[in-house]
């Protein structure tokens, strides 16, 4: 309902707020992915100059995976649960790049010890269920970043973990973020684990952006009431980065 915001390259921008207030919608309106009933009925969503709303459906595929990365919050549900996990992502350079099934493979192994995966020819032949959720949550990651896209969303891509797998995937992916010179739009209700990777910060309410402003900016100078609220709703937030070693093994 009339959204406005931008994201720079190599920047990391955080839409916050309680369930409910659209930003899920919000990201994946951007890959025209709504679900019906919904639909997008005006406005503009450009991504590297292109018009994405002007784009056939067959286009939108090349765009998403390409050149849109996308990690989903429940890896449960988002992982094929009868499909080894290797071969998931092989897909993804089979349909993109036309590798074969060796070449598939062979990128696919070394982009799960990217992604701090031990073991990673073995975790290929490993099904969903037999991994943890924390590891099932980095081959989601593995997914989004397999063709090095210029855009990476991650919605809630820490809330189904506990406290210790949360800040080992938050450093992950802000190193990757780093290393791959990526975009990410980062979807949470998880104030605390913006202040530390977000660089801006844009507050929803009801469907609506209220605030947008530096991360800094936002947690100690907030303007919108809904913005004071949410601070006020939560223990003292120290402002600062996150560790950036993402070495420990899930």
Do not use: W
């Amino acid at each position: 309902d009339d959204i406005h915001f931008s994201l720079n390259s190599g920047e990391t921008l955080a839409l916050v707020g309680e369930s409910g207030s659209g930003k899920s919608i919000t990201a994946l309106s951007i890959l025209r992915l709504v679900p019906a009933p919904g639909k997008i009925i005006s406005g503009e969503i450009y991504f590297n100059d292109q018009h994405l709303l002007n784009l056939s459906e067959k286009q939108m595929r090349n765009i998403r995976g390409r050149h849109i990365g996308l990690i989903l919050q429940d890896s449960g549900s988002a992982l094929n649960p009868v499909m080894k996990v290797g071969e998931q992502i092989a897909e993804i350079y089979r349909h993109h790049f036309k590798f074969d099934r060796k070449k598939a493979f062979s990128a696919t192994v070394d982009l799960l010890a990217k992604v701090k995966l031990s073991n990673a020819e073995s975790l290929y032949h490993a099904y969903p269920h037999q991994l943890s959720g924390g590891m099932r949550q980095r081959v989601l990651i593995a997914g989004a970043i397999a063709c090095k896209p210029a855009l990476v969303i991650a919605d809630e891509p820490t809330s189904a973990l506990d406290a210790s797998l949360q800040s080992e995937i938050l450093a992950l992916l802000n190193d990757l973020k780093r290393e791959m010179d990526l975009s990410l739009l980062l979807i949470s209700h998880d104030l605390a684990m913006v202040s530390q990777i977000a660089d801006r910060v844009a507050v929803m309410q009801n469907g609506k952006i209220v605030e947008q402003n530096t991360t800094e900016k936002l947690f100690t100078e907030p303007e919108h009431m809904y913005t004071k609220k949410l601070l006020n709703a939560i223990p003292k937030i120290e402002f600062g980065a996150v560790n950036s070693s993402a070495d420990k093994q899930l």
